[in-house]
């Protein structure tokens, strides 16, 4: 008589990654479900998450408002300029408000931008270029006479590699080549609009140097009001410096009155303004987000000294 076989043990077949995946799907949404029924057998109200400046359903939104404020100018092209900077701001952040604000000159002041934000929250970022009279004193007094906006004051743009990035786009634009290897007698001069302020011109003169590191050449800063030296002044240092074959960078945000006349020294190698370059629109977020952050104005700019 023969011995009944052993049975055999009975093991179920390894899962395959798809199957075990597929399982671990299921698990986590089971999971999820349950979360949202309480002990006494109810349905939990269910909530949304969503990108902090994307608007609510309601029309508003987490994330304060950007306000850019410009100097203003008589010249048209300048209003053109900044608003279709602002353009480029609005494509890299969806959902942002993004409205503009003028010192002078243009509408919309502002004031009135401010007056349309009652009850709401805004970060200022100053479409300026260094720490002048309008950072310091126009846009705190713009600020506090605005009581119903609780605002928060970015720093100004300059100093920044972005903006030498935005400097060196323009003047490549305006015929400087990367490539030529006669750069002893290059040299550039970075046009600004110019200020009493010390702090203004020193923040003018680290981003000389800045591009200077960028170009390999030697940068000097020049002005067209307020101090010294003026654009063909500096123009004469580099010649006597043997370095005749200079262009003019125009550190200005948007044309006008001043960049005009730092771009007629040398009209066939005068730089535009940097507008609404690319990098230009990344600065404005990022001065913006250092805002959110509680970077100080001061402390942004500082962060530059050892640049």
Known sequence: MTEPAP????????????????????TDQLGAQLSLVSRNGTRRPMHRTRHPDRPAADGGTSAPALV???????????LRTVLALLDRVRELRPGLDVRLGHIELNAPL????????RGAEAVLVPLLLGRGHHVKRDLPAASAAAPGVRTRIAAPLGPHPLLVEALY?????????????DSRRAGVVLAAAG??????????RRTARLLAM?????????????????????????????RHRAFVASYFTAPGRFASACADAVPHRAAAPLGAHPAMAR?????????????????????????
């Open 7 to 26: 049975e055999q043990s009975q093991q179920s077949p390894p899962l395959t990654d798809s199957t075990a995946h597929l399982l671990a799907r299921i």
């Open 68 to 78: 850019a404020v410009a100097h203003g100018s008589r010249d048209p092209q300048a």
């Open 110 to 117: 502002l004031p009135d931008t401010l007056d349309e934000l």
């Open 169 to 181: 786009g323009r003047l490549v634009e305006a015929g400087w080549d990367p490539g030529d290897r």
């Open 195 to 204: 200020s009493r302020d010390p702090d203004s011109a020193q923040d003018t």
């Open 214 to 242: 960028r170009l390999g050449v030697p940068v000097v800063p020049a002005y067209a009001s307020a101090t010294t030296p003026t654009v063909p002044a500096a123009l004469r240092a580099l010649a006597a410096r043997g």
């Open 283 to 307: 600065l404005v977020l990022h001065r913006y987000d250092q805002a959110r952050a509680g970077v100080a104005p001061a402390d942004a700019v500082s962060l530059l000294a050892s640049a």
